[in-house]
């Protein structure tokens, strides 16, 4: 199982929306062959394993080990089960059953009918951590990101943009987005920062959306920096729009009501398992407020603003405090990044 978890390995950030599975093959104690999910919409890492073996009669009582439950439905390819029951697998050992209700548990029935020895180890779910909280909560994973002074804030009160991280932190934050599906900011950070909210160092195979929540997205302006780059763009406006020049990379979603609970209604209906939200306070302080922030990435920078500063999760009320557990901290030159998930 060790060897189809490093091979899965070699599919994250590629195969989205799709999970990251590996698969070996493994007969009288001889490792046959060995497969992963390359991409999205190509062959199930049980298949790919399947055409790495020297013959095909290769597979006849043999055991697969697989990473998750193999498949029971006609999607993009036919059913994985099917295809280890016609080439004569006589046990599959399967890492964790699959959250996607088309083939939980149908794809170990398959395979149990026709004899086949199964079982299930439970030892793989955080192999597609975003992917299992989508099928599970019915909503995606978010992860609340922010940087922060010292005395926890976001600016020095001034309006405009505080330096706060070093490059270490910076080049750390800009990696965080190769792993998430979606993007989320509000109007400030869109006006104070101006962000693009793409990735950078490399070219993902799926940049993830950016989207922005405006009170009227006839109010934007089309030089800002996120409308200069070509990945798409959502605005989650609570007033429709008479606007007719949207850039080709813009979607506009109206709803008067847009708050972190229809916020998450919607991704999950569009199927976006991972959310990542940069800001600013107030979003971050909904979005705590709504119990809606599962996991917090926090880098600190060593800067004391005091005064007036905009404290970094502020302007929504809440009473009880939220319990986090700290799952890292790491040192990025001066800076100092904080991993938590909500206990
Ligand atoms: C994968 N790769 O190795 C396995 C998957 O749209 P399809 O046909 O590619 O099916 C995607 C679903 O198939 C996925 O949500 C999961 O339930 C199941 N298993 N998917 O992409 C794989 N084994
Ligand atoms: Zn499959």
Known sequence: MAKAIAAARNGITHTWTNPVVGAVIVKNNQLLATGY???????????????????????????????????????????????????????????????????????????????????????????????????????????????????????????KRTLLTGKPAYHDSQNLRLHQQAILIGETTLAVDDPQLTVRETTPDFPPIRIVLVNRADDLDFSSALFQTTTPIWLLTRHSTVRQDWPATVKVFVDAHWKPETIMEFLYQKGVQSLLVEGGAHIQATFSAADLADRLIVYVSPLLLGGNGLPAVSGSGRTQPLAYRVTATTALGKDTRFDLRRQ
């Open 37 to 159: 999910h390359h991409r999205f919409g190509e062959m199930h890492a049980e298949i790919n394993a399947l055409s790495h073996l020297q013959n095909i009669e290769d597979a006849r009582d043999a055991t697969m080990y697989v990473t998750l439950e193999p498949c029971s439905h006609y999607g993009k390819t036919p059913p994985c089960a099917k295809r280890l029951v016609e080439v004569g697998i006589k046990r599959v050992v399967i890492g964790q059953q699959d959250p996607n209700p088309q083939v939980s548990g149908h794809g170990i029935a398959i395979l149990k009918a026709a004899n086949i020895d199964v079982t299930v180890l439970n030892i793989t779910d955080d192999l597609n951590v975003a992917y299992n909280f989508f099928y599970r909560h019915k909503r995606p994973l978010v992860t609340l990101k922010y940087a922060m002074s010292i005395d926890g804030k976001l600016n020095d009160g001034s309006g």
